[in-house]
């Protein structure tokens, strides 16, 4: 983050997408038919509740999965680069 309080157009996406993910998770977890069948409220408040856990754990699993990813491709890279680079190099003797 900026220490100037000015976000990107990144930042303002993403924090939107998170809190809609939320939203909708929570609000999907609450409405399944089979699991709400309980005697009322409490059934209702708890299975809403786990929804927003399990949909909060959602968010940063995706993170670790995208650096995880970007991170193999970045090793597969430099294998790639430094055959290349050692061919090209001058042999000193």
């Known amino acids: ?11 303002i996406v993403a924090n939107g997408l998170i809190i809609t993910m939320v939203v909708l998770g929570t609000a999907f ?10 005697e009322g409220l409490m059934a209702k408040l708890f299975i809403g509740f786990m929804g ?10 995706l993170v670790l ?5 970007k991170g193999v491709a970045k090793a597969t890279r430099r294998e ?8 090209t190099s001058p042999e000193v003797e």
């Open 65 to 69: 999965l995208a650096a995880m990813i």
């Open 1 to 11: 983050m900026r220490a100037t309080g000015k976000r990107s157009l990144g930042e």
């Open 29 to 38: 977890f609450v409405n399944l038919p089979e699991a709400t069948q309980g």
């Open 52 to 61: 927003a856990i399990i949909t909060i754990q959602v968010i940063p699993a």
């Open 80 to 87: 790639t680069e430094q055959p290349a680079a050692a061919e």
